[in-house]
């Protein structure tokens, strides 16, 4: 079985599928961008600030998302977004935070090998796969559910305390 096809058969594939594909371009362009900065350096501060933007987009859906289900489900920011827990099958922890872990190694390595350049501008990309754990957990994420609290009755209403 390809590793594709073994995507295709988790729960909410394309959003792994996506985590993977960022990843990859995220990694073409920094190693471009290291290799020849006078060459690939547009193109490279191109797809950091576009990988951020896309990341920083999809953390608000994913937050809202959770925002709504946590009416029902008792959820935290450790499950949401590092999927902590029972939030996720071990197979989509391992694509999810392994994915963003490939963004963050890439991340820091290539603003290590060309410090003070705009390079640097390649640890903001890592948001992106943030963001899509975050996604993934508040559309298919496993929560417990929420404690329901007792109401409180105000003193002096409904017979209570005079």
Do not use: E
């Not at 950091?48 to 937050?63: I, K, N």
């Not at 499950?79 to 902590?84: K, M, R, S, V, W």
């Amino acid at each position: 079985m390809s590793a594709v096809a073994g995507i295709r058969a988790l729960t909410g594939f394309r959003i792994v599928l996506a985590s993977w594909a960022l990843t990859a371009v995220f990694t073409v362009s920094a190693a471009l961008a290291v290799a020849d900065p006078d060459r690939f350096m547009p193109q490279g501060v191109a797809v950091d600030l576009a990988l951020f933007a896309v990341g920083c987009a999809t953390f608000f859906w994913a937050y809202a998302l959770a925002v709504q289900r946590s009416r029902i489900d008792a959820i935290g920011i450790g499950g949401l977004f590092f999927l902590a827990g029972p939030t996720a099958p071990t197979a989509v922890k391992w694509h999810l935070l392994g994915s963003w872990a490939a963004q963050g190694v890439v991340a820091v390595a290539a603003a290590s090998l060309r410090p003070f350049t705009a390079v640097a501008f390649a640890v903001l990309a890592p948001m992106a796969g943030l963001g899509l754990c975050g996604l993934w957990a508040a559309k298919y994420g496993t929560f417990g559910p929420r404690a329901v609290r007792p109401k409180r009755v105000a003193v002096g209403q409904n017979g209570a305390h005079g």
